[in-house]
Nanobody, 128 residues
Framework: QVQLVESGGGLVQAGGSLRLSCAAS????????LGWFRQAPGKERAFVAA????????YYADSVKGRFTISRDNAKKTVYLQMNSLKPEDTAVYHC?????????????????????WGQGTQVTVSS
């Protein structure tokens, strides 16, 4: 089992930046493929970004491509989401997720039901 705790959310003006962090505890962090999702009020949870266990492969939603960057630090057991050029439509609760993988893999995952563990979320609000 792994526990995930997000931080770094807040209120920012349009055009600004935030860096979200997701710290993991428990089992070996390097065994997990990782993802970020977001959920706006009244909407379903939506994919944002994903990274393979190997760290080689990344994948982004079209709406954030070129603005957001996912990264991981296995030594710190942390996954990050750097968000630049933020827009009001980026306002949501952001959740990190982890999928346990039993072998070295370059595969990323973009569907919520593919993930095993979730953090509680951190609020990001972008004002216009």
């Amino acid at each position: 089992q792994v526990q995930l705790v997000e931080s770094g959310g807040g209120l920012v003006q349009a055009g600004g930046s935030l860096r979200l962090s997701c710290a993991a505890s428990g089992r070996t962090f390097s065994r997990y493929a990782l993802g970020w999702f977001r959920q706006a009020p009244g909407k379903e949870r939506a994919f944002v970004a994903a990274m393979s266990l190997s760290g080689v492969s990344t994948y982004y939603a079209d709406s954030v491509k070129g603005r957001f960057t996912i990264s991981r630090d296995n030594a710190k057991k942390t996954v990050y989401l750097q968000m630049n050029s933020l827009k009001p439509e980026d306002t949501a609760v952001y959740h990190c997720a982890a999928k346990e993988i039993g072998y070295y893999s370059h595969t990323y995952y973009s569907r919520p039901n593919e993930y095993d563990y979730w953090g509680q979320g951190t609020q990001v609000t972008v004002s216009s």
